[in-house]
Nanobody, 127 residues
Framework: HVQLVESGGGSVQAGGSLRLSCASA????????MGWFRQAAGKGREGVAA???????NVQFSVKGRFTPSLDNAKNTLYLQMNSLKPEDTAVYYC??????????????????????WGQGTQVTVS
């Protein structure tokens, strides 16, 4: 079982920036995929960005050029740098994890059911 703890959410004006962090007690040395998902009020959970243990990343089209995921294996921490935030980015943001050696399909599809471990979420509000 992998415990994930998100932080860094908050309220920001449109055009501003936030950096989310997802700390994990244990990340296996190799063979896992991680993702950032968000869920706005009344909507389903959507994939925003994903990264594998080697640092390969993918981001959803709507946030491309604004959001950047990164992984610090030494700190067991996943990040999401969010710039040029828009009101439509308002949501609860979750990080997720799945033990898996090959992640290319998961990075491409970013489907919530594919991930087995979830953090508690952090609220991001853009006004």
């Amino acid at each position: 079982h992998v415990q994930l703890v998100e932080s860094g959410g908050g309220s920001v004006q449109a055009g501003g920036s936030l950096r989310l962090s997802c700390a994990s007690a244990i990340l296996t040395y190799s063979g896992y995929c991680m993702g950032w998902f968000r869920q706005a009020a009344g909507k389903g959970r959507e994939g925003v960005a994903a990264v594998d243990y080697e640092g390969t990343t993918n981001v959803q089209f709507s946030v491309k050029g604004r959001f950047t995921p990164s992984l610090d294996n030494a700190k067991n921490t996943l990040y999401l740098q969010m710039n040029s935030l828009k009101p439509e980015d308002t949501a609860v943001y979750y990080c997720a994890y799945v033990l898996r050696r090959y992640c290319s399909d998961y990075l491409r599809s970013m489907q919530a059911p594919d991930f087995t471990e979830w953090g508690q979420g952090t609220q991001v509000t853009v006004s």
